[in-house]
């Protein structure tokens, strides 16, 4: 509904602007108007006082004083209409209709707009078939080659780092394994070394008769 204010007039009936914004906004509240409340059940009269036809607003009440009721009608144009009848759009050099939508601010803008693409289909059954529905921006498109961006980088970031892990440990358990085999080969040769001085220590203690025996591993 498009409503135009005479200036004139409002000032010669004695009406302020303040006072027809008021009477407007009273009578489209969209309120419940009262409840029947009983002892097992409460039910909530809930009726629709929006004003939607050009004779109910031009029969709107604005000014009641001394007896002198001052309608909308008589202070103002009321004509069925958009709210801006001097904005237009076109997309592919034809008229169109823009709808911008905008999330809230704990929402993902993702989930969002994917669950917008999944709506269209449906939306197209319900408007005339020579009606087209087109996506004329998807702000989506630059968060989307980020995400991407981001996962290939720790993809390639994990693969990178359990090479690096994989081949410099590699040396390290080869050098282990040929440590312990150095360590067993020393012992076995330390171990023959002493026996061997040690036997022949206590052979020429004991004289050429031998007596005395060995006690040694």
Same mark, same amino acid.
């Given at each position: ?5 005479n ?6 009936m004695? #009406? ?7 009477? !407007? ?12 409340? @009983?002892?097992?059940?409460? %039910?909530?009269? @809930?009726?629709?006082? /929006? ?18 009721v001052? *309608? ?9 209409? #958009?709210?801006?009848? $001097?904005?237009?759009?076109w997309?592919?050099? /034809?008229?169109?209709v ?6 809230q ?20 059954? +319900? ?5 087209? !529905?087109? #996506?004329?921006?998807?702000r ?10 981001? /996962? +290939? ?7 990178? &780092?359990?090479?690096? &892990? ?6 390290? $358990?080869?050098?282990?394994?040929? +440590?312990?085999? @150095?360590?067993? *080969?020393?012992?076995? %040769?330390?171990? *023959? ?18 007596? @005395? $025996?060995?006690?040694?591993?």
């Open positions: 509904m498009r409503i135009r204010v200036p004139v007039a409002v000032a010669s004695g #009406v302020s602007l303040e006072d027809v914004r008021n009477a !407007i906004s009273n009578a489209n509240a969209a309120s419940a108007l009262g409840t029947f409340d @009983g002892s097992d059940l409460a %039910h909530t009269i @809930g009726s629709n006082d /929006q004003l939607r036809t050009v004779p109910e607003y031009k029969n709107l009440v604005v000014k009641s004083a001394s007896g002198t001052v *309608r909308l009608g008589a202070i103002a144009d009321v004509e069925l209409g #958009v709210r801006n009848s $001097r904005s237009a759009a997309f592919n050099m /034809q008229p169109s823009l709808l911008v939508v905008t999330k601010a704990d929402a993902n803008v993702i989930d969002t707009v994917d669950r917008i693409y999944e709506m269209l289909p449906e939306l197209k059954r +319900w408007i005339p078939a020579d009606v087209q !529905i087109s #996506v004329l921006s998807d989506t498109t630059t968060i989307r080659a980020s995400i991407r961006d981001m /996962q +290939w980088t720790l993809l390639a970031t994990i693969v990178l &780092v359990m090479m690096v &892990v994989f081949l410099f440990s590699a040396p390290c $358990r080869g050098n282990t394994r040929g +440590w312990r085999h @150095g360590a067993a *080969r020393a012992g076995r %040769h330390l171990r *023959r070394d002493v026996g061997g001085r040690l036997f022949d220590r206590q052979h020429l203690a004991n004289g050429a008769r031998g007596v @005395g $025996r060995f006690r040694g591993r």
